[in-house]
Nanobody, 122 residues
Framework: VQLQASGGGLVQSGGSLRLACEAP????????MNWYRQAPGKQRELVAT???????DYATSVQARFTISRDSAKNTVYLQMNSLKPEDTAVYLC?????????????????WGQGTQVTVSS
């Protein structure tokens, strides 16, 4: 499964961007769709999650500024980013997690997109 991420770019502090992540098939087949980010010299960080029942969750650093949503008809998940700050600068990566329920231990499969660069200037 190859996810296709898009929408990154250069924006001034306080600006907005919308990222998109398109899956080759139904996003409802995944347990969750997630956006991560990785800045140079820093660990990868989970930014936002949307589960297949529509529940969402956010990193504390982006709450009230970022919104994750999905369009099942387009097999696409979005990340609307408002009030961007220079510290939001990173490569943003789209992830899809599939969980296969087994008798003892569930199997988890992660699929990734190629990443899209977001740069916020001060």
């Amino acid at each position: 499964v190859q996810l296709q991420a898009s929408g990154g770019g250069l924006v001034q502090s306080g600006g907005s961007l919308r990222l998109a992540c398109e899956a080759p098939g139904s996003i409802g087949s995944f347990k969750s769709m997630n956006w991560y980010r990785q800045a140079p010299g820093k660990q990868r960080e989970l930014v936002a999650t949307i589960t297949n029942d529509g529940s969402t969750d956010y990193a504390t650093s982006v709450q009230a500024r970022f919104t994750i949503s999905r369009d099942s008809a387009k097999n696409t998940v979005y990340l609307q980013m408002n009030s961007l700050k220079p510290e939001d600068t990173a490569v943003y990566l789209c992830n899809a997690r599939r969980v296969v329920v087994r008798a003892i231990v569930d199997e988890k499969y992660d699929y990734w997109g190629q990443g899209t660069q977001v740069t916020v200037s001060s």
